[in-house]
């Protein structure tokens, strides 16, 4: 179980990644599969960086702290993150997107996020009982 939540933690972080570098060097392209139509464009098409440039973030935090062994605070950050899809499906619901785009890619995403913070949060310490003080439990 620790190898699969570590796989899907990993492609978790690399997903907005990839998500956010291709709003940042394509975003009418990018923006063509995220459930809203028209996309903004001339100046206001600068959103475009923006969201780009919060993917990339969110993705990155989740990867260094992962990498650091800080399982349990990638927990946190992931149910945290799990917002983002949400807000994100609601945002394609109420501005005339499909639905099956909201609930399909959103909704979903906003799942498997969710899934994978409550699997983080729930694994024991790699540290061995006898290795941790007095009164500390995991």
Request: proline share 5%; hydrophobic share 50%.
């Given at each position: 179980m620790r190898r699969f939540v570590t796989v899907l933690t990993v492609l978790l972080g690399l997903f907005p990644i990839s998500f956010g570098l291709r709003f940042?060097?394509?975003?009418?392209?990018?923006?063509?599969?995220?459930?809203i139509d028209p996309?903004?464009?001339?100046?206001a098409a600068g959103y475009f960086p923006v969201k780009g440039i919060r993917d990339v973030a969110?993705?990155?935090?989740?990867?260094?702290l992962f990498a650091?062994?800080?399982?349990?605070?990638?927990?946190?950050?992931?149910a945290l993150v799990a917002l983002i899809p949400?807000?994100?499906?609601?945002v394609v619901l109420t501005?005339?997107?499909?639905?099956?785009?909201?609930?399909g890619i959103?909704?979903?995403?906003a799942l498997v996020v969710g899934f994978d913070?409550?699997?983080?949060?729930?694994?024991?310490?790699?540290?061995?009982a006898a290795a941790q003080p007095v009164g500390v439990h995991s």
């Open positions: 940042l060097f394509d975003g009418p392209g990018a923006a063509a599969g995220f459930g996309w903004p464009t001339g100046t969110f993705g990155l935090v989740i990867l260094v650091l062994g800080e399982r349990r605070a990638t927990g946190i950050v992931m949400i807000v994100d499906m609601t501005h005339g997107g499909s639905v099956a785009t909201a609930l959103h909704g979903l995403t913070a409550w699997l983080l949060l729930r694994q024991r310490s790699a540290v061995p």
